[in-house]
């Protein structure tokens, strides 16, 4: 089970041009997404600590996926 509700992940499938999307396309995607975010995060964590702050900030965030 995933974080990311299935429903988010359909519209987001459907916005790139799908006319239909499998409940476990939604799904495998929702995995996927959620993984990446959470690489993301951790190294945005990194680099907040870095910075000596506990706030994690958008600035933080854009530059981890950067360097991932």
């Not at 459907?14 to 993984?35: C, D, F, M, P, W």
């Not at 600035?59 to 950067?66: F, P």
């Amino acid at each position: 089970m995933t974080i990311i509700p299935y429903a988010p992940v359909e519209r987001l499938i459907r916005s790139a041009g799908a006319h239909r999307v499998s409940e476990t396309a939604g799904i495998a995607l929702a995995e996927i997404l959620e993984q990446y975010g959470l690489e993301i995060a951790e190294e945005a964590i990194v680099l907040a600590k870095h910075a000596k702050r506990k706030t994690v900030k958008a600035e933080d965030i854009k530059l981890a996926m950067e360097r991932l």
